[in-house]
Each structure stands twice: as C-alpha cells, then as structure tokens.
C-alpha cells in the first residue's frame, strides 16, 4: 500500500517545534501528517517518513477462526473438500453445467429440493473461481483428456484451523477482492454507459490512437480507484487504532471528509460536492471488501439517490439523527481487516508496530524503547509490560532503569512514575526504598503524596530544585515544542516574590537540562519580569559548562 498523503493546510505544528518528538505519542492527525512538524509542504511529501500507529490484534489462532467464519472464505473450504477425491470441470476449470446447482445446495445457497436460483449458482461459481485462485483445488487433465480438480495440499491443514495457514490463505483472498473491488468500478462512468447500451465490449473503431487514450483513460481511473481505496483503509486503520472500545464505526461521510478536506479547514459547498463523490465511490468497493470480512459495512441506501432526477445525495446539507446519518454509510474495520492491512503496509516497507511490541523485555529495554519510538502509545505499552507482574520486583526494575543523565533520563523517570501508577499502592515499599535517591528522590516523595502517605520526608532543597529541572524537561521531551502545554506548565513553576533569588539557585542545578529549561521559561513564561530572570539565568547556565 503507498503511503497516504492525507490533505493538510501545514498549520499544525506550533512555532519552535523541536526536530524530534519525544516520545512521538503523536495525535491522530500528526501519525500520517508528519510532516508538517518538519515544515515540508505538498512537494516534499514523498520523502516524508510515514508513521503508522500501533494497533492492538487479537491471537492468531482468533484472527484464523474468524477468517473460517466469513462465508465466502467459508464457502471455497466446503467446495474444495466436496471435489474429493476428484471433481469434473470445463477447460477453464468452472464447475460443469450439472454440478452447479449442487454446490449451490451445499453450501446453503438453495434449497435442498426444487429449482436452484440463477444467483445462488453465481455465488457458487464465485467460491469455486475463489478455492481455485487460493490453490484449495489444483487443476489438471486425465490421461483420457479429462479434466478434473482434486483437493490442494493446504485444504486439510485449513480445515484443521492452523493459523499460519488460515491466515495465509486468508490474507490472499483479501488480496484479489481488493485488486478485483477496484477493476470493478474504476471505470468511467460514460464508457460503462456506451457499453451497456452496445451490449457488450466496445467494437473497435477506425483509429488505433482512439483506442490507445480509451485504455490509458480507463487505467488512470482505475489507479485512481485503488489510490482512494488504499488511503481509505488506512484512514480507518488510523480511527480504528484510536478509537475507544466500541467507537470503531465511521460514518462514511466523515471518512470521506477524512481524505477531502484539508486539515483545520471547515467543508466548503465545493468540498461538500468532492465528499459526496468519494462517498459513492467508495461504496462498492467497501462492500466488496466487507465480503471477505476485512469490513463491517452498511452501504448507502439506494433510495437517497432520486432515480427519476439522477441526481446523487449530498451530505452535509442539513443536521442528521443518528438513523438518517447511518443511510449515507457506516463502515467498522474489523480486526481481520486491521490485520489485513497492517500485513499489507509491512510488505510495502513500513513499520506498523503492534501494541505491546515494545513491552516484551526488562524494564530497561521498555523504557528505552518507549523513548526512542517515533509511533508508539506510552501508556498502553506500560500497561501491557506490568500486567501479571508483582508489584514490588516490578516497580524496583522500573525505578533502576529509570535512573541516568543522558538525553533521555527525565523522560525515562516521567514514564516510570506514570508505570508506578499502573502498579498502584502496593509498589509503596519500592519506591519508598529511593527516597534519598538523588535522581529519583523527588518525584518518589510526590508520588508517595499523591497516594496519601503523610510520613513522607520534604526534600532537601537541592533535591526539590533538581526535581523541578527534571520534571519540567520530561515535558518539554513529551510535548515535543507544544507551547501552549508548556506554557500552562510554566505558570506553576513556584516562582514567588523574588525571581531573581529563586532563578539564582536554579541556573546553578546540575542538571544537563538546566540551560533548556531555563530558556523554554524565558521564552514563554507571560511575566515580563519572571522572563527576563529566567533568560539571565539561562545565560549563566551555559556560561559555566
């Protein structure tokens, strides 16, 4: 899958961001609008790195068992095991004229007497060309000229539930859905309409050049189906990476909005228009997928469209309850689908994290990775690492790691204080053991306040200045420039009466953050006064190194 370049006005990223974001726990709209932290515009987007958001995935063993629970999936297993130990077929392998009309019975599609229907033959033919694309059923001609299919190696380890195998075949049958969903409907709409009324394929006319812009014509439309519909899916791996537990569903108006409108921007009547466009060509192709499962979809309702006018709906027109809204379209990735997907963006070279990937090691190595990843999610790594584990060994092992003065020390001791959250009250002899701690002191006495201790020893006053450094330049890290947090931050900096004393102590903090900090609170800090103190002391902080 290309890599989506998403509209963006370039407007999200405040003045005086840093070049790096630490940890990146980036927003949904900074995940595939990267570059506008880095102050690339529209022709520098394809040397923009793209951050996919790590997703959480059920077992594999699950993923396989709803991959044999979509019915046309379902329905190629069946056929290929009913052409044991051999089945009769046609030079192009499709079933025979008088085998139809008992697959289609076996698989539930007519009943089991009486006239089979037209369409349940189709769909049966359907599976069939599926389980031979998939090699469920091999092809092959008798020595009498025959031919025959017979049943393929991987039916029976399919059958049997084997992940590996399930998913494989799985995961190639979404392949052609999705290339055959395109194919489909990338044609023009006028040429479909010439060809309908000729009844059939388009005779060729006089002029080799005419037909040449005829076929460059139809495959640009189709690059332009598949472009919409890679950028849709990856919207919704997107919502579907950030969304609550139950919040998956996207009206099909908003995804289009989605890969429409310019970030920050409100939808002009123009744009209103372009929304109602995608929005129709995205409905076939999405139910086409929802076939194989990678969606739940419930397409837009035929009536909106005014048959006698020919006239398409238009969203946006007027406020909709949640009933009108859901005929426009709504569609919810499943998680075959957020698997499929992500399958799809590692073969093309991404790195599409899974969450918990990074909570698999110490302690150490959980912290270090939570810091140095650019698409991760703090906090559900943390939650993953500390799950089963006993409170006190744990929190020890976080606190050890947390300690060190390199680049990424303050950050490393804010993500180990957000862990001692996780592990609650029952990590208090732990973190009671740092207490004079120099590093980890201080904010070892503010979460044991937190929690409700009263016993808890006041810092020294160089562990508490120490502490303020520290604290205030895991956010800087974290928020990666946002100067509208840090400025919040900086209106609790206990700066009293006397500025210049308080900023003489600090410049003085032996902290390799001291200089950083001191100059984000000069540049930030709404008191003139407290400004100027802090810039001054910020000079001093680098005069001495």
Same mark, same amino acid.
């Given at each position: 899958?290309?890599? +989506?370049?998403?509209?963006?006005?370039? @407007?999200?990223?405040?003045?005086?961001?840093?070049e790096a974001v630490l940890p990146a726990d980036l927003e949904l709209q900074d995940l595939y609008g990267a570059f506008a932290a880095h102050?690339?515009?529209?022709?520098?987007?394809?040397?923009?790195?793209?951050?996919?958001?790590?997703?959480?995935?059920?077992?594999?063993?699950? /993923?396989?068992?709803?991959?044999?629970?979509?019915?046309?999936?379902?329905?190629?297993?069946?056929?290929? %095991?009913?052409?044991?130990?051999?089945?009769?077929?046609?030079?192009?392998?499709?079933?025979?004229?008088?085998?139809?009309?008992?697959?289609?019975?076996?698989?539930?599609?007519?009943?089991?007497?009486?006239?089979?229907?037209?369409?349940?033959? !189709?769909?049966?033919?359907?599976?069939?060309?599926?389980?031979?694309?998939?090699?469920?059923?091999? *092809?092959?001609?008798?020595?009498?000229?025959?031919?025959?299919?017979?049943?393929?190696?991987?039916?029976?380890?399919?059958?049997?539930?084997?992940?590996?195998? !399930?998913?494989?075949?799985?995961?190639?049958?979404?392949?052609?859905?999705?290339?055959?969903?395109?194919?489909?409907?990338?044609?023009?709409?006028?040429?479909?309409?010439?060809?309908?009324?000729?009844?059939?394929?388009?005779?060729?006319?006089?002029?080799?050049?005419?037909?040449?812009?005829?076929?460059?014509?139809?495959?640009?439309?189709?690059?332009? @189906?598949?472009?919409? /519909?890679?950028?849709?899916?990856?919207?919704?791996?997107?919502?579907?990476?950030?969304?609550?537990?139950?919040?998956?569903?996207?009206?099909?108006?908003?995804?289009?909005?989605?890969?429409?409108?310019?970030?920050?921007?409100?939808?002009?009547?123009?744009?209103?228009?372009?929304?109602?466009?995608?929005?129709?060509?995205?409905?076939?192709?999405?139910?086409? /997928?929802?076939?194989?499962?990678?969606?739940?979809?419930?397409?837009?309702?035929?009536?909106?469209?005014?048959?006698?006018?020919?006239?398409?709906?238009?969203?946006?027109?007027?406020?909709?309850?949640?009933?009108?809204?859901?005929?426009?379209?709504?569609? +919810?990735?499943?998680?075959?689908?957020?698997?499929?997907?992500?399958?799809?963006?590692?073969?093309?070279?991404?790195?599409?994290? *899974?969450?918990?990937?990074?909570?698999?090691?110490?302690?150490?190595?959980?912290? +270090?990775?939570?810091?140095?990843?650019?698409?991760? *999610?703090?906090?559900?790594?943390?939650?993953?690492?500390?799950?089963?584990?006993?409170?006190?060994?744990? @929190?020890?092992?976080?606190?050890?790691?947390?300690?060190?003065?390199?680049?990424?020390?303050?950050?490393?001791?804010?993500?180990?204080?957000?862990?001692?959250?996780?592990?609650?009250?029952?990590?208090?002899?732990?973190?009671?053991?740092?207490?004079?701690?120099?590093?980890?002191?201080?904010?070892?006495?503010?979460?044991?306040?937190?929690?409700?201790? #009263?016993?808890?020893?006041?810092?020294?006053?160089?562990?508490?200045?120490? #502490? !303020?450094?520290?604290?205030?330049?895991?956010?800087?890290?974290?928020?990666?420039?946002?100067?509208?947090?840090?400025?919040?931050?900086?209106?609790?900096?206990?700066?009293?009466?006397?500025?210049?004393?308080?900023?003489?102590? *600090?410049?003085?903090?032996?902290?390799?953050?001291?200089?950083?900090?001191?100059?984000?609170?000069?540049?930030?800090?709404?008191? %003139?006064?407290?400004?100027?103190?802090? %810039?001054? @002391?910020?000079?001093?902080?680098?005069?001495?190194?």
């Amino acid at each position: 899958m290309a890599g +989506r370049r998403r509209k963006n006005g370039g @407007a999200s990223a405040g003045e005086g961001a840093a070049e790096a974001v630490l940890p990146a726990d980036l927003e949904l709209q900074d995940l595939y609008g990267a570059f506008a932290a880095h102050g690339l515009d529209d022709e520098d987007l394809d040397d923009a790195a793209v951050l996919v958001p790590p997703v959480k995935l059920p077992a594999e063993q699950e /993923l396989a068992e709803q991959a044999k629970a979509v019915p046309m999936f379902g329905y190629a297993l069946a056929l290929a %095991r009913w052409a044991a130990p051999h089945r009769t077929v046609d030079e192009f392998g499709d079933l025979v004229e008088e085998d139809r009309g008992p697959a289609a019975r076996l698989l539930g599609l007519a009943p089991a007497e009486g006239e089979v229907p037209e369409e349940a033959e !189709v769909e049966a033919l359907r599976a069939w060309s599926l389980a031979c694309d998939l090699d469920l059923v091999e *092809l092959g001609t008798t020595k009498d000229g025959e031919h025959v299919a017979v049943p393929g190696p991987d039916l029976e380890p399919a059958e049997q539930g084997d992940p590996d195998t !399930v998913l494989e075949l799985w995961l190639t049958a979404a392949g052609i859905v999705r290339e055959l969903a395109v194919e489909a409907d990338s044609l023009p709409e006028e040429e479909a309409g010439e060809e309908a009324e000729e009844g059939g394929e388009p005779a060729p006319e006089e002029g080799g050049e005419e037909d040449e812009d005829g076929l460059n014509e139809v495959e640009e439309a189709r690059d332009a @189906a598949a472009e919409l /519909l890679d950028e849709a899916l990856q919207v919704l791996y997107e919502t579907t990476a950030f969304a609550d537990p139950g919040n998956e569903t996207v009206p099909l108006g908003v995804l289009a909005a989605l890969l429409v409108v310019p970030e920050g921007e409100e939808p002009s009547e123009e744009l209103l228009g372009d929304i109602t466009d995608v929005m129709v060509a995205l409905d076939p192709m999405l139910g086409d /997928l929802a076939e194989l499962g990678l969606l739940d979809y419930r397409p837009i309702d035929p009536e909106l469209f005014d048959e006698e006018e020919g006239e398409e709906p238009v969203v946006g027109e007027a406020p909709l309850d949640e009933e009108e809204s859901a005929r426009f379209g709504l569609v +919810r990735l499943t998680p075959l689908g957020q698997y499929g997907i992500r399958q799809w963006l590692l073969e093309d070279g991404y790195d599409a994290p *899974l969450v918990g990937d990074l909570a698999q090691g110490d302690a150490a190595e959980l912290l +270090r990775g939570v810091c140095e990843s650019a698409n991760v *999610l703090p906090e559900e790594e943390l939650r993953v690492w500390v799950a089963g584990r006993e409170p006190v060994p744990a @929190a020890r092992e976080l606190l050890a790691a947390a300690r060190g003065d390199d680049a990424y020390g303050p950050l490393r001791r804010m993500l180990c204080v957000s862990a001692l959250n996780l592990l609650g009250a029952e990590a208090e002899p732990a973190v009671r053991e740092v207490l004079d701690d120099p590093e980890l002191g201080g904010s070892a006495r503010a979460w044991l306040s937190a929690l409700g201790a #009263t016993d808890v020893p006041v810092p020294d006053r160089t562990m508490a200045l120490w #502490t !303020v450094v520290d604290t205030f330049a895991a956010q800087l890290l974290d928020s990666g420039g946002d100067a509208a947090l840090l400025r919040e931050l900086v209106t609790d900096l206990p700066v009293k009466g006397d500025p210049a004393a308080w900023f003489g102590e *600090l410049w003085r903090v032996d902290h390799p953050y001291t200089a950083d900090v001191l100059e984000a609170i000069g540049e930030l800090h709404t008191d %003139r006064a407290v400004a100027k103190e802090a %810039r001054k @002391a910020a000079f001093k902080a680098r005069s001495k190194g």
